[in-house]
């Protein structure tokens, strides 16, 4: 596997395991752990890919997180932080279309969401980290997995 790959595949979930514990200790994420997450995934991706892929990473999931924020099902700071997840989620190998690791992410951000969402509508404050945690945790090692095989 390609170490810059794999950089940025845990460089996210590590700072997603910060964002989680402050939403679920304080009900708020930082700013600064979204802008450190699309920071270093944006560097990485300019200086060994292409700086189209971050960008269109991040408006692909700046737009699909704005719709959910946009009906209430989170706050500001889920948003940030899923917007920040864009540059990441498309970088990918050779072998990856860019496209697909969108969707495997989407999809899995949705299942989750929709599951966790009808559980806790009962519940108006509810922390929506877990769900943007686990489903990037979820697609990382899906991809890990894919990339070995």
Not at 62 to 85: E, T
Not at 121 to 147: G, Q
Request: hydrophobic residues 55%; glycine residues 4%; proline residues 5%.
């Amino acid at each position: 596997m390609e170490i810059d790959y794999l950089f940025v595949l845990v460089i996210p979930a590590l700072f997603l395991v910060l964002a989680l514990e402050h939403d679920l200790n304080t009900k708020k994420i930082p700013n600064w752990i979204p802008l450190v997450i699309l920071i270093t995934t944006t560097a990485i991706q300019i200086a060994v890919h292409n700086p189209i892929e971050a960008l269109s990473g991040f408006i692909l999931l700046f737009s699909l997180s704005l719709i959910l924020y946009k009906k209430n099902c989170y706050y500001g700071g889920d948003h940030k932080a899923i917007s920040s997840l864009g540059p990441a989620i498309f970088f990918a190998p050779n072998t990856i279309p860019n496209f697909l690791n969108f969707a495997e992410f989407a999809g899995i951000f949705l299942i989750l969401g929709i599951a966790y969402y009808t559980y806790y509508r009962k519940k108006r404050e509810i922390a929506f980290m877990p769900v943007i945690f686990f489903s990037y945790l979820a697609f990382a090692i899906f991809n890990i997995i894919k990339h070995f095989n």
